[in-house]
């Protein structure tokens, strides 16, 4: 009904850039706010950013400064800037909605994308 995609993880190198896309589709009415949440090997999934359908930003602690969260509500488009990777921010990361309208009417629903390998490595 609702579908997040994720895209562009892969490898870099300690310092370096990615910058992760996440498509929305269906039968949307509104996403509502967007986040970015990531796990790595052996820990729990934990939040990175997330934004409201106004724009305002919350991060993690160990990637403020770093990463950078924006939105595109017309393209139904979330984004996450990663800047100066660390080693550390090696994860599979997940886009996540956690109340979409939908157009049926039916009561908010939560979507998670199918998640992106990003590792950081020389």
């Known amino acids: 009904q609702v579908q997040l995609v994720e895209s562009g993880g892969g490898l870099v190198q300690p310092g370096g850039s990615l910058k992760l896309s996440c498509a929305a589709s269906g039968n949307i009415f509104r996403l509502g706010p967007m986040g970015w949440y990531r796990q790595a090997p052996g820990k729990q999934r934990e939040l990175v950013a997330a934004t409201t359908t106004d724009g305002s930003t919350n991060y993690a602690d160990s990637v403020k400064g770093r990463f950078t969260i924006s939105r595109d509500n017309a393209k139904k488009m979330v984004y996450l800037q990663m800047d100066s990777l660390k080693p550390e921010d090696t994860a599979v990361y997940y886009c996540?909605?956690?109340?979409?309208?939908?157009?049926?009417?039916?009561?908010?629903?939560?979507?998670w994308g199918q998640g992106t390998l990003v590792t950081v490595s020389s």
């Open positions: 996540n909605a956690p109340r979409v309208l939908t157009l049926s009417g039916s009561r908010p629903l939560e979507v």
